[in-house]
């Protein structure tokens, strides 16, 4: 399996006497920004650096004290930096308008401690892989089973668990999955997946959501699984098959884990291409089209508990609010919304983030049973590929606005970064 190399660092280990022994920096950036930003992910260009090889890579501010997290990646993100190598860094807090200097240089971590891969993949039974926490324990994540797919695995095509991948996501302990799989009242609704159920190609039809007509999306058992102590990613393609199992879009899909206290980010990213000269038009409604999380049917039955958290504040107790197909009316480009949900007792929130450059409009979903997603209209080319990129955030325990708009404002706000 092909992997790519990588290299990281624990935040804020101490440097102490070792400081003075560093080795001249490979790379200094000088970073901005037009907001306050907090916990923002920096991508440092790192094309042309010579001899980075899997080094343990350290990430500086001059005669700083610690150590930024951070993690290399040879080949760069899906549709962001492809190809080209690139260093992720975490930075915690960003002044508006503050430069901060940042040195990149080969570590010398503190005496005799080399940090392990705090995320790494681990094999989790058959054709299962789990990307766990290190620290503490073992504790899985993020849960993928790679399925072959089966008409006949399943006398519903609903129930069928090879019609289509996802990811499934673990609570902070670890104990308890949080999202769904082929099971509950709406078994086509599954983790954190990718779709559209009203799609239209050379006079043909397919529904690769619930996949009831022979439709399927299938993952190339060839994929590429990145281990560190930033992050965990998964990448994998995806060919989107119609009616008659032949392929009309190849996807190139991509997750990235971060796992902060009590809580695990998810970056996903999407690159959808067709040969198809005429076109395929993706189309569908709220609930059954676009990126979707799905929280565990356990969720179904306390629905009148669930409430949603959005930009104008919270919601009722049980009450959802949709963008409506017949209507053409309804919440639409929400830059986040957020899902607070019961399972067994205990209250946990998913924070749905959209960015300012995926298509719109972008149609707001909601289901108190467990399920938050938008969706948007789009026409595949070849000449127009389609590229998303959304990010969830899974924590225990409710959140409030202010929380919600400083990761949204991580995520989309640009940070200028100037190679020095």
Known sequence: MKRMSFSCVIALTVLGSASA??????????????RDLKNVIVSIPMEGVKGIGSSLLGVTEP???????????????????DGKPELLVLVHELRANQTKTLEVR??????GIRPPLRLAWHDAGKDTIE?????????????YTQFTFDPKASANPLTNPTIKPYHHVFDATGKTLLTNGPDGKYPHHRGVYFGFNQISYEGKKADVWHCR????QRANPKQIKESGNLFGLHRLEVAWRGQDGGTFANEERELAAYEFSGATMIDFRSRLKT?????????GDP???????RASSAVEAHDK????????GKGELGKEINWDPKTKKGPVNLPWNAMCFVIDGKRYTALYLDHPDNPKEARQSERTYGRIGTYFEYQLTPAKPLFVKYRLWIQSGEMTVEECEALSRAFVEPVKVAVK
Do not use: M, W
């Open 63 to 81: 005669n700083a004290q610690v150590y930024y997290s951070c993690q290399y990646l040879a080949s760069g993100r899906l549709g962001l930096s």
């Open 21 to 34: 022994q560093q080795p001249a920096p490979i790379r200094t950036v000088e970073i901005s920004a037009n």
């Open 106 to 111: 080969p570590s010398i971590p503190p005496a």
């Open 131 to 143: 990307l766990r926490l290190s620290d503490p324990g073992s504790r899985p994540v993020l849960r």
């Open 305 to 312: 508990e669930t409430y949603f958290l959005r930009p104008d």
């Open 213 to 216: 007509n022979g439709e399927s």
């Open 275 to 283: 040969d198809i000269e005429s076109g395929v038009k993706l189309d």
């Open 287 to 293: 609930q059954h089209a676009g990126f979707h999380f």
